[in-house]
Antibody
Framework: EVQLLESGGGLVQPGGSLRLSCAAS????????MSWVRQAPGKGLEWVSA????????YYADSVKGRFTIFRENSKNTLFLQMNSLRDEDTAVYYC????????????????WGQGTLVTVSS | QSVLTQAPSASGTPGQRVTISCSGS????????AYWYQHLPGTAPKLLIY???QRPSGVPDRFSGSKSGTSASLAIGGLRSEDEADYYC???????????FGGGTKLAVL
């Protein structure tokens, strides 16, 4: 059974940093691209970033480019999102999602999701 | 503002058939597959439809997807109370080089 468990959320001041983690199990982690998707309070889903199975390719939404970094530690079946220069508008529940295959492609989709971790950016 | 447009709400009574639409453009739905997700607040979103009209194993055949031109649709037949949730369409946008979601449609089962 595929399981994705996010952690690392919390309260952080504007301009601060936070690192999210996603522990994966139930599938061959290195074989699949992984993504982060967020949902701000009262808003819809917004894709944030994705990385290939090997971690060599990544891409980002314009709203986080240059501030967030996605990376993975395949030996530990864990996905990360390093968030720097946080803004009020980054407040959201962040979901980890598994892609349906290993390379990044326009045809990828999210076949499994975690329960999410809440990030609150506020002074 | 989302590049994919969905009505913010929809409703139906038990047993009815409801259709949720997703309108895009030639740079997204018009040139790529459409996907549908179901989301109950506080839970993990769930994949309902992939590649326009394919259902993952375990998704009831009451759920069906279609695509025509720059629009996609999700139909839910035999509506049940447990179908009350938010539904999102998604695809890739060639101009933005990004995955995009619709704004979501909140479905009420009256």
């Amino acid at each position: 059974e595929v399981q994705l468990l996010e952690s690392g959320g919390g309260l952080v001041q504007p301009g601060g940093s936070l690192r999210l983690s996603c522990a994966a199990s139930g599938f061959t982690f290195t074989g699949y691209a992984m993504s982060w998707v967020r949902q701000a309070p009262g808003k819809g889903l917004e894709w944030v970033s994705a990385t290939s199975g090997g971690g060599g390719n990544s891409y980002y939404a314009d709203s986080v480019k240059g501030r967030f970094t996605i990376f993975r530690e395949n030996s530990k079946n864990t996905l990360f999102l390093q968030m720097n220069s946080l803004r009020d508008e980054d407040t959201a529940v962040y979901y980890c999602a598994k892609d349906d295959w290993g390379q990044l492609s326009p045809n990828n989709y999210f076949d499994y999701w975690g329960q999410g971790t809440l990030v609150t950016v506020s002074s | 503002q989302s590049v994919l447009t969905q009505a913010p709400s929809a409703s139906g009574t038990p047993g009815q058939r409801v259709t949720i639409s997703c309108s895009g453009s030639s740079s997204n739905i018009g040139n790529n597959y459409a996907y549908w997700y179901q989301h109950l607040p506080g839970t993990a979103p769930k994949l309902l439809i992939y590649r326009n009209d394919q259902r993952p194993s375990g998704v009831p055949d009451r759920f069906s997807g279609s695509k025509s031109g720059t629009s996609a649709s999700l139909a839910i037949g035999g509506l049940r109370s447990e179908d009350e949730a938010d539904y999102y369409c998604a695809t890739w946008d060639d101009s933005l080089n990004a995955r995009v979601f619709g704004g979501g449609t909140k479905l009420a089962v009256l």
